[in-house]
């Protein structure tokens, strides 16, 4: 079945970066893409990008490209999204999702980041 | 990029059949996929590739997709349906994206 776990909440200042982890287990790590998704509170799910954790290929939405850099660990099966320059409007609560054959099918908990002076 | 469209909102009383609509151009060559996400939690998919149930998702919960607009039917609607769908798509370079979603009152 599969399980993503993901890092704790965050309080960063407007300028600054946050870097997000996401750990897999109960699967195989490199068999599938990890994607990460954004919901600003009160607001829908926004895509921002993809990572297949096998050879480190990645894609960006457009919204995000040049402050978005996805990463990934394979010795401890970990996913990392790291999102620079942050503003009041970058908090969300960030989640990893693995996207299969089902759609995006395992979610991590989500991780709540504020932006806040 | 481009742009998926639901309706905010669709209100149904209990027992009565809940349908919500996506549009969107990219639907008309590639799936769609259904999330349902519960107050405080992660999104599920209960619907993908235009039409199939993953395991565990209840036979009420059904997708049908034709030109340019996706449709998710929720037969019988419950309380415990109470809850905010979004559609999904993704272009040919691997981009996706996200209706803006569809709270669902039961009344």
């Known amino acids: 079945q599969g399980q993503l776990v993901q890092s704790g909440a965050d309080v960063k200042k407007p300028g600054a970066s946050v870097k997000v982890s996401c750990k897999a287990s109960g699967y195989t790590f490199v068999s599938d893409d990890i994607n990460w998704v954004r919901q600003a509170p009160g607001q829908g799910l926004e895509w921002m990008g993809w990572m297949n954790p096998n050879n480190g290929n990645t894609g960006y939405a457009q919204n995000f490209r040049g402050r978005i850099t996805l990463t990934r660990d394979l010795s401890i099966n970990t996913a990392y999204m790291e999102l620079s320059s942050l503003t009041s409007q970058d908090t969300a609560v960030y989640y990893c999702?693995?996207?299969?054959?089902?759609?995006?099918?395992?979610w991590g908990q989500g991780t709540l980041v504020t932006v806040s002076s | 990029s481009f742009e998926l469209t639901q309706p905010p909102s669709v209100s149904v009383s209990p027992g009565q059949t809940a349908r919500i609509s996506c549009s969107g151009e990219?639907?008309?060559?590639?799936?769609v996929y259904w999330y349902q996400q519960k107050a405080g939690q992660a999104p599920e998919v209960v619907i993908y590739?235009?039409?199939k149930r993953p395991p565990g998702i209840l036979e009420r919960f059904s997708g049908s997709s034709s030109g340019t607009k996706a449709t998710l039917t929720i037969s019988a609607v419950q309380a415990e349906d109470e809850a905010d769908y979004y559609c999904?798509?993704?272009?040919?370079?691997?981009?996706?994206?996200f209706g803006g979603g569809t709270k669902l009152t039961v009344l």
């Open positions: 990219r639907l008309a060559v590639q799936f």
């Open positions: 999702a693995k996207s299969g054959e089902q759609g995006f099918d395992i």
């Open positions: 999904q798509s993704s272009d040919s370079s691997g981009t996706w994206v």
């Open positions: 590739k235009d039409d």
